[in-house]
Nanobody, 123 residues
Framework: EVQLVESGGGLVQAGESLRLSCAAS????????MGWLRQAPGKEREGVAC????????FYAYFAEGRFTISRDNAKNTVTLQMNNLKPDDTAIYYC????????????????WGQGTQVTVSS
């Protein structure tokens, strides 16, 4: 059974940091592209960051560039999202997702999803 379990969300003030983690199981993690996506109230789900399988190449949404860092540990089957200088607009449910064949930020590219973790940033 494929499982993606996110953790690390919470309530922070603007300018603070959070580190999200995702524990993966039930599939060959090191062969999958991984991503973090988010959905704010009343908005569509959008990609935040993604990471390649082998060389660790990464790609970020414009709003995440320079503030967020995605990384993966293939030995531990985990992917993390370090978020710095958080803004109220970053408030959303953050999802970890896995894609067997596609590398990118589009939600439709992903095969498996976690349940999400809430991130709330107060001003």
């Amino acid at each position: 059974e494929v499982q993606l379990v996110e953790s690390g969300g919470g309530l922070v003030q603007a300018g603070e940091s959070l580190r999200l983690s995702c524990a993966a199981s039930g599939f060959p993690f090191d062969n999958y592209f991984m991503g973090w996506l988010r959905q704010a109230p009343g908005k569509e789900r959008e990609g935040v960051a993604c990471i390649n399988t082998g060389d660790g190449d990464t790609f970020y949404a414009y709003f995440a560039e320079g503030r967020f860092t995605i990384s993966r540990d293939n030995a531990k089957n985990t992917v993390t999202l370090q978020m710095n200088n958080l803004k109220p607009d970053d408030t959303a449910i953050y999802y970890c997702a896995a894609s067997e064949f596609n590398y990118g930020l589009g939600p439709g590219l992903y095969d498996h999803w976690g349940q999400g973790t809430q991130v709330t940033v107060s001003s």
